[in-house]
């Protein structure tokens, strides 16, 4: 017996990969996410595109959120589980590169939504900086070396470039010294600088302006001893900039924790510090190389301190936001989250500086603190494209935790700081498209609609009607700032239908509606729990279970305080009447419905909390099962009851699941007692229903009457908590079951369950109004009551029986399997004729085991789909499709799981969103193109990326069209400059034997393009050519050199001394210059000629634009 046990555990915990018995099979599965919408919890930092307005959110779990418009969202997951500390957008060229804690750099495609390449960086990378609109990257790490990578997106791999700078090698060509193996904690290019510059921020406190092209230092600052200006903000009045205010100050320890540009053109960098202080430095040439090479910064550096308190927080983020209303270069708002006294309350401050002339005379004209729902996570400027550092279009979003992002546009900003006063003031919450937490869903149910029909063409109807619009609204009419991402074709197609709908209740009462045929959910309708000019007490009260019927249009929504609603959502208008139905009395109302779903009629026929509901009959049945342990039965047909049971005197047993199936030849197999009420009819086809108290008792009734079929229940006396019950449908034969495996033995209360039971009573309620809606209209959907299980899942074990024998009171189960952790929520599904079941465990497991046999298919978990925990309670929001869909909600995160391999109702890739607009990404690059060509000319540049954008936003164009050629990038310079490594180690010796090249400036020949080429390229042509190129023979060398060659007297003269007096030199001179100025003019004229066809492109742009903006899609 021992032997025989140990066989039967191990047939039970085997993994399968062919089922013998033809059933369900690993290679049917493939469980993956779907859809996904809300910003996880344990987000954490932000990145923007400003191009095409997508907004990405990376986690401390590896995974990545992007939001664009038109509900539009997706969910990237790396492989590896690990926080991000770096996200940045390659701007407009739809790739986005992250950096893990691990320091693995990984570059997403986001049209593929996989990652396209990865780097693992060998050092702790502690800064990085994508230069604006290349692919080119600077990497900073622990040890002071700055790096340069370069993302080729034509062959999809990250190159790691010869161009590095260390520390030791900046602080040798400065003249000073400085400890060894100082981490870099800030790259940023200097604006304005065509990326030419590049600022360095080393911890100690050392900041170095490096011009990349020139290989050389530019500025240097965050010197040891300072002659400084100080200023504490802690109100607008109390800004000292005086004379009095001068001091000097040692920045020994003084280590750097943030750092932004504080001017538009990048003359003023704002710096923090651990201890709480802000530096503003002048970045600026002006001095005398003399004063840099010494390390002098007088008059270069204005503190500011937010709180004169001596213990005072790290300044963590740094931002700031130039004024479009001022014309100083350094007039703005800047963001500072830190730096305030410790243990005062988390705020985000924002203080309007204004400069006056030179850097002495700072003046804060307004504070204002930020309070914080939750903890700080991390804060982002939105600005429009084109808008160059305006404020008016620009936004500031700050992540908390856990998960939520509040917002406040420009318009705030200006109301507040106007006030010229230290304020407070909150931000407003983003609003989410399937809301979760506010207000809170208690309930879901995600239905399947079977195509053909006439509900399926009625609910599209609705879904063209009722649709509020793709885009929510910020509070105050904001317009949602996030446009990025294209909506698939299928979802705008004249013919589109809705194929699923998701049903949520929430707390307050209410319901709501989306249209989930694709992967973007659209709200269909909002179903408030009150109904209009009518007032049902409890009609506010909390949704505790919703269902739908796809044949009929009704939903039914039960609450907290046991009313139940009745919605019709085929939108007829002729029907005007509203029948209020309690124990005692039954009142009918005319009330006007518009169209749209409105509701029909509201039971409160007892004061207990709605546990089950479900549809029967086609939609002429609604049973409602109550917490007390009632089960009442509606006829949907006259809005009344049918029927309704009594509970047991003693405690009542909640329902927990009830299940109507149609059986043939049930008389010939069960003897159903004789009991009072009509006679039952010799119907072939008969309605039972299962019902699964909380007790583990099942009843079994007669759908049409109410009368038990049995006159005992069947009663497990177990410990263990019951779940859920289904019927198995279909012939199964289970001969192959029973002889696999050997019955469970009786229980050893069999005895005392096999008495009778009188638990449940049926009792009339306008029982003559019964209307037989039976159904034997279809007798083939019968099912044989013989080849039927009954499969009862508990928190420790599976238990499956006959149908008969549970119809007879039997307990005797014919397969029994122990679950080694405590089960939470169970489903069955369906694939073809095979079944199975899925098992979700408190540990966040997900087992899928076959039926009928319940032998274990497959392991997976929570977290490793969606890098979710079990939560308490999730259960309870998670519903599911026979076809192998599951619904789930994790705080503000839904999801949707697809389990079958073969499935693809969502129609995936085809109708998923595009995360990249390529039209928009080629028109902007247009765009760029032409206001560097007009950069010259005042107000042409700012508006017309921005215009274009907003064009080819207005409307859906055919993106087929590849512009992306007429663009040329405008980095190439940096390829060359990057090509080579600044300081190489052994840089090759001049000798001093070279052949003496004749060379005159005026020889170039000023009407070809000078090409610029990286410094290997020119090496090879001069091996190839045994010549050098004109940029070679211009400096008498290969231009790799750092440094040019010192020549000698006698190497100048033998190089330019001319032949003849002095009368024929100055005659050869006079020629030459007559002939570059016949050159120059010709330049002048081919510019001229440019500028114009610039100007008349930009007009048609402009024309474009305002034609596309007032035309719809459809009409390109």
Not at 252 to 281: M, N, P, Q, R, T
Not at 468 to 492: D, E, Y
Not at 862 to 883: E, G, H, P, V
Request: aromatic share 6%; hydrophobic share 40%.
């Amino acid at each position: 017996m021992f032997a025989k046990r140990l066989i039967q555990k191990a047939t039970h915990h085997h993994h399968p990969q062919h089922n013998v018995n033809g059933g369900m099979t690993s290679a049917d599965l493939d469980l993956r996410h779907t859809i996904h919408y809300g910003i996880p919890s344990t987000a954490s930092i932000l990145a923007f595109d400003s191009i095409q307005n997508l907004l990405a959110i990376g986690t401390l779990d590896g995974r990545i959120k992007v939001i664009g418009g038109d509900n539009i969202e997706g969910l990237l997951i790396s492989p590896t589980q690990l926080p991000y500390k770096y996200l940045e957008f390659l701007q407009n060229q739809g790739f986005l590169v992250s950096i893990s804690n691990d320091n693995d750099i990984q570059v997403w495609n986001l049209e593929s939504r996989r990652i396209a390449c990865s780097l693992q960086w060998e050092s702790n990378i502690t800064a990085f900086s994508v230069i604006c609109g290349s692919h080119f990257m600077y990497v900073g790490d622990e040890y002071g070396l700055l790096s340069v990578l370069k993302y080729d997106a034509e062959v999809g791999e990250l190159l790691q470039l010869p161009y590095h700078i260390s520390m030791n090698s900046l602080t040798e060509a400065a003249g000073f010294l400085c400890p060894n193996h100082q981490p870099i904690v800030g790259v940023l290019p200097q604006p304005h600088s065509s990326s030419n510059r590049v600022l360095i921020a080393y911890e100690s406190g050392l900041i170095i302006l490096w011009d990349v092209l020139e290989a050389r230092i530019v500025v240097v600052r965050g010197d040891k001893l300072l002659q400084l200006t100080d200023g504490v903000v802690d109100s607008p009045s109390e800004m000292d900039t005086g004379p009095d205010g001068i001091s000097e100050q040692h920045l020994e320890e003084k280590e750097i924790s943030a750092l932004c540009w504080a001017s538009l053109s990048g003359s003023i960098i704002a710096v923090g510090y651990i201890d709480g202080d802000i530096l503003f430095w002048k970045i600026s040439s002006s001095a005398s190389s003399k004063d840099q090479q010494a390390g002098l910064s007088w008059n270069h550096v204005v503190k500011l301190q937010l709180s004169s308190a001596e213990r005072r927080l790290p300044v963590i983020v740094l931002h700031w936001c130039a004024n479009d209303k001022s014309h100083n270069d350094g007039d703005g708002l800047l963001f500072i989250y830190g730096g305030d006294e410790i243990g005062f309350e988390e705020v985000l401050t924002v203080l309007s500086l204004k400069w006056s002339s030179g850097m002495e005379n700072l003046s804060c004209v307004g504070r204002v603190d930020l309070t914080l729902t939750g903890s700080f996570a991390d804060m982002i400027l939105l600005r429009t494209a084109g808008a160059r550092g305006s404020n008016h279009d620009a936004a500031l979003f700050v992540l908390t935790n856990p998960g939520q992002l509040h917002f406040l546009d420009n318009a705030n900003f200006y109301d507040l700081i106007s006030k010229q006063e230290k304020i407070s003031a909150t931000t407003v919450g983003l609003p989410v498209v399937i809301p979760t937490v506010d207000p809170l869903m208690t309930v879901a149910k995600l239905s399947s609609v079977p195509t053909g029909g006439n509900s399926l063409k009625a609910l599209s109807e609705i879904a063209a009607l009722m649709k509020l619009g793709s885009t929510p609204t910020l509070a105050g009419g904001t317009k949602w700032p996030f446009t990025g991402g294209v909506s698939n074709q299928l979802s705008f197609a004249e013919d589109n239908v809705v194929e699923r709908v998701y049903v949520a209740g929430y707390q307050d009462g209410s319901v709501r509606i989306w249209d989930a045929t694709h992967p973007v959910l659209s709200l269909l309708c909002v179903l408030e729990g009150e109904v209009k000019d009518i007032k049902v007490a409890g009609s506010s009260a909390s949704v505790s279970k919703v269902d739908f019927c796809f044949l009929t249009l009704g939903l039914a929504v039960g609450n907290e305080c046991g009313l139940v609603h009745l919605y019709n959502l085929n939108g007829r208008s002729d029907d005007t009447s509203f029948h209020f139905v309690t124990e005692t009395k039954h009142e009918v109302h005319n009330l006007p419905q518009g169209k749209g779903p409105n509701c029909r009629a509201v039971f409160s026929l007892l004061n207990s909390p709605v546990q089950m509901l479900q549809f029967a009959n086609y939609g002429a049945k609604l049973a409602v099962g109550y917490e007390c342990g009632r089960v009442v039965v509606l006829d949907m047909r006259s809005l009344s009851v049918l029927f309704s049971t009594d509970s047991v005197s003693g405690p009542s047993s909640p329902v927990i699941s009830m299940t109507w199936k149609a059986f043939r030849h049930i008389n010939g197999h069960v003897k159903i007692p004789k009991q009072s009420g009509p006679k039952i009819s010799d119907n072939p086809v008969e309605d039972l229903m299962f019902i699964l108290t909380m007790g583990a008792k099942v009843y079994v009734i007669d759908g049409r009457t109410g009368n038990m079929v049995s006159s005992r229940p069947m009663h497990l006396k177990k410990q263990s908590t019951v779940i859920s019950m289904y019927v198995i449908e279909g012939n199964i034969t289970v001969s192959a079951l029973v002889n696999e495996k050997q019955p469970q033995e009786p229980s050893k209360d069999a005895a005392a369950s096999n008495e009778p039971s009188q638990d449940i009573t049926p009792s009339r309620i306008n029982r003559d109004e019964t209307d037989h809606h039976s159904s034997s209209e279809n007798a083939e959907s019968g099912e044989c009551l013989k080849d039927s299980l009954v499969l009862l899942c508990f928190e420790d074990a599976l238990h499956l029986y006959h149908t008969q024998s549970v119809v007879q009171g039997d307990n005797k189960s014919i397969c029994k399997v122990k679950l080694a952790k405590p089960c939470c929520w169970t489903t069955i599904f369906k694939k073809d004729k095979v079944g199975g079941l899925v098992l979700l465990y408190q540990t966040g497991a997900i087992e899928i085991r076959s039926l009928p046999d319940l032998e274990l298919v497959k392991e997976i978990s929570l977290m490793s789909i969606l890098r979710w925990n079990f939560k308490a309670n999730m259960d309870r929001t998670m519903s599911s499709t026979d076809n192998g869909h599951i619904t789930l909600v994790n705080g503000c995160e839904l999801a949707f799981i697809s389990l079958l391999a073969s499935e693809n109702n969502f129609r995936i890739p085809e109708s998923l969103p595009c995360l990249h607009d390529k039209v928009l990404a080629a028109a902007a690059e247009v765009a760029i193109g032409i206001s560097s060509n007009q950069k010259k000319k005042k107000g042409t540049a700012p508006g017309i990326l921005g215009g274009i954008a907003k064009g080819f936003k207005g409307g859906k164009v055919n993106r087929t069209t590849d512009l992306a050629a007429i663009y040329k990038s405008n980095f190439s310079h940096l390829d060359g400059a990057f090509s080579s490594n600044p300081f190489p180690e052994s840089s090759p010796t001049t000798t001093n034997n070279q052949e003496a090249v004749e060379l005159n400036i005026d020889d170039i020949d000023i009407d070809e393009p000078v090409s610029v080429a990286s410094t290997s390229s020119r090496k090879v042509k001069h091996n190839e050519r045994e010549k050098g190129t004109e940029r070679e023979r211009l400096f008498d060398g290969d231009g790799s050199d750092a440094k040019p060659r010192l020549r000698t007297r006698e190497e100048i003269i033998a190089t330019y001394r001319k032949a003849g007096d002095a009368s024929s030199v100055a005659g050869q001179a006079k020629n030459k210059l007559l002939e570059r100025q016949e050159k120059l003019e010709k330049i002048s004229r081919q510019t001229e000629e440019l500028r114009s066809g610039a100007e008349d492109f930009a007009s048609l742009a402009d024309e474009l634009v305002k034609a596309m903006e007032s035309r719809k899609w459809w009409q390109i």
